[in-house]
C-alpha cells in the first residue's frame, strides 16, 4: 500500500510542476511555429480584419513583440502574446518585419519599388462623336499630380465603326480625400470602318489629337469613379481638321 500511496504523490507532484512549467511558459507550442517580431515604430495599429474598414481593436506599442502568421495581399495577420489575433498593413509593419530577418520576394520588392498605388486599370463608356463607345485604359502614376496614360476604344454608330487608340497625360492640380479634378493632353489613331451597307466608301486613318478636363471620386478602397470630358482635333488632310466631342464615365482601380 506504501508503495502505491508513494506513486500517487509523485504523480501528484509531477502534474503540479508541468501545470506550473504551462502557466509560467508565454508562449504554446503551436504559437513557437511562427516567426517573432519586436515593434519597431512608436506604435502598431491592429485591425480586425484584413482591411482599414476593419475597426482597430489594439495598438501595439515599441518594443512589444507579435507573432507573424501570414499575408494576405498587402496585410499581414498576427497574434499577440495575450492570443488575440488581428491585421496589420504590411507598409505599417515594414520595418518590424525586416528587422525580424523576414525576406521579401524580388515580386515584393519590385511591387514595394515600382507598381505600390501607381499601376491603375480601369474601363469607361461613354459617346464619341455621337456613337456609343466603351474604352480601357491602364495608367502609370509618376507622382500625385502626374500619370501617363494609355487608352483603347472602341466606337460603333449607324454608318461606322472606331477603334481608338491614345496615349497622354492625365495631370491632377487639385485632389481631395473626395473629389479631385484632373486634365488630359495627349493623341493617337482613328481607325473608321465604315458599314457594310455604305458602298465605295473605304477605311479611314487619321492622326488625333484631344485635351480635356474631368473628375476622380473615391468609391472604396483603390477603386474611384472617373468622368472625362475630352475635344479630339482629327488630322484629315494638310489642310483640313475636324473637331469631335468625347464624354466618358467609368471606373479605376489602383494596384
Do not use: C
Not at 45 to 50: K, N, Q
Not at 176 to 205: A, C, H, M, Q, Y
Amino acid at each position: 500500500m506504501t508503495g502505491v500511496f508513494m506513486i500517487k504523490n509523485r504523480l501528484i507532484i509531477l502534474t503540479g510542476v508541468m501545470i506550473l512549467i504551462l502557466m509560467a511558459q508565454p508562449v504554446s507550442a503551436k504559437e513557437k511555429r511562427y516567426p517573432r517580431a519586436r515593434v519597431t515604430a512608436p506604435f502598431l495599429e491592429i485591425h480586425t480584419g484584413p482591411g482599414r474598414h476593419y475597426p482597430v481593436f489594439y495598438i501595439a506599442e515599441k518594443n512589444e513583440e507579435v507573432f507573424l502568421m501570414k499575408k494576405r495581399t498587402d496585410w499581414f495577420k498576427v497574434r499577440l502574446f495575450s492570443g488575440q489575433e488581428g491585421w496589420v498593413h504590411y507598409k505599417e509593419i515594414d520595418k518590424t518585419i525586416q528587422a525580424s530577418g523576414y525576406q521579401k520576394s524580388w515580386s515584393e520588392r519590385f511591387y514595394d519599388n515600382y507598381i505600390d498605388g501607381r499601376l491603375q486599370a480601369g474601363w469607361a463608356w461613354g459617346v464619341f462623336d455621337e456613337d456609343s463607345a466603351i474604352y480601357v485604359r491602364a495608367a502609370y502614376r509618376f507622382t500625385e499630380g502626374l500619370s501617363a496614360e494609355t487608352s483603347l476604344g472602341f466606337a460603333s454608330g449607324d454608318f461606322r465603326d472606331t477603334n481608338l487608340y491614345l496615349a497622354g497625360l492625365v495631370i491632377t492640380p487639385w485632389r481631395s480625400r473626395w473629389f479631385s479634378i484632373n486634365g488630359t493632353i495627349g493623341g493617337g489613331l482613328l481607325d473608321t470602318r465604315p458599314d457594310d451597307i455604305l458602298i465605295n466608301v473605304k477605311n479611314e486613318n487619321f492622326k488625333a489629337a484631344y485635351a480635356g478636363v474631368g473628375f476622380s471620386a473615391p468609391l472604396k478602397r483603390r477603386l474611384a469613379l472617373r468622368g472625362d470630358f475630352r475635344n479630339y482635333t482629327l488630322f484629315i488632310s494638310p489642310k483640313r481638321n475636324r473637331e469631335v466631342r468625347e464624354y466618358s464615365l467609368g471606373v479605376i482601380f489602383g494596384f
